[in-house]
Structure formats: structure tokens, C-alpha cells
């Protein structure tokens, strides 16, 4: 408490206490640094109720029962769909939910090709989605998005062309 009474008796504080223009300045000051912390807040809140967490499975309802199948092996299969191409490396899968719907990542490192990563990418897509719907009977898979991490290691590309 008299730590606080110091503070109000300092001759600056009292100018801005005793002046309406200063006092007002003040008060519209602290109005908009609690309506931008507030906003912040609500992002944060907004941003955890909205993330598509990871799914460490996919379940696929029948009429007899439900298939379960593991994200890993989801993911090990199109990865080896995408590794036989030649044109991805270092391939990581994940499997997220967005309501009933499933979104699949593709992290990979990209070897240079003519035709480029949007033609790599709008030629598996459909074969992605065509290796979910026939092996798996996933069906309900909303977007596909590959992210090109890195290019691959020179060494690598020539080991893989025979260059």
C-alpha cells in the first residue's frame, strides 16, 4: 500500500490525476490495451477450438462394424506409392480430421524434374486418393496438400537417376 501511495504522490502521476486532457488520454490508453488483449485471447481460444488434431487412426464404419485402421499404416503406403515415383524423398505422412472429413499431408524433399512440383503434385493427388479409396475404403478425404520441405541432396538425386 505504500508502495502505491508513492506512486500517486510522484509529481508526473500527479499531473496526469489533476489534468481532465491527460486523464482522459490515459483512460482511452488503457480502454484500447484491454480491448487488444482481449481480442488476443479470443484469438487464442478461436485458434485452440478450431485446430484439426492428428489422428493416430481412421475409422471407417461398415454395416457389420466399424475398420480401424492405424495413420501409420496409412502413411506407409503413401509413402511407398510416392517413393516408387522417384520424384519425392524423405517422405512423412500425417493424417488430420476436420469434422468427418480427413486431410492428408505430404511432407516431402522434392527431386528437380522438367515439369515441375505442381504437375508431381496434380499427378498423385487422384492416385493418393484412389490408393485410400481401394486399399483402405477411405472415402471421406477432403484435400490432399503436399509441402515441399526441402530439394533433395544432389548426391541423392544422381543416386536415384544414375547420373
Do not use: W
Not at 487412426?57 to 480401424?68: A, N, P, S, T
Amino acid at each position: 500500500m505504500n508502495y502505491l501511495s508513492q506512486f500517486l504522490n510522484m509529481p508526473a502521476v500527479r499531473s496526469v490525476i489533476t489534468n481532465d486532457f491527460k486523464c482522459g488520454y490515459l483512460a482511452a490508453t488503457v480502454v484500447f490495451l484491454l480491448i487488444i488483449l482481449v481480442l488476443i485471447c479470443f484469438k487464442i481460444v478461436l485458434y485452440l477450438l478450431r485446430r484439426n488434431p492428428k489422428c493416430s487412426e481412421v475409422v471407417v464404419k461398415g454395416e457389420g462394424g466399424d475398420l480401424i485402421i492405424s495413420a501409420k499404416v496409412i502413411s506407409a503406403m503413401v509413402a511407398r506409392l510416392l517413393e516408387a515415383s522417384g520424384r519425392l524423398e524423405d517422405i512423412k505422412v500425417t493424417v488430420r480430421l476436420r469434422k468427418k472429413n480427413y486431410m492428408v499431408f505430404i511432407k516431402a524433399a522434392y527431386v528437380e524434374a522438367a515439369d515441375g512440383m505442381p504437375a508431381v503434385a496434380d499427378t498423385y493427388k487422384p492416385q493418393v486418393l484412389e490408393l485410400l479409396k481401394q486399399q483402405f475404403g477411405i472415402g471421406n478425404v477432403e484435400s490432399i496438400t503436399f509441402y515441399v520441405d526441402h530439394l533433395a541432396e544432389i548426391g541423392e538425386q544422381d543416386a536415384d537417376t544414375g547420373l
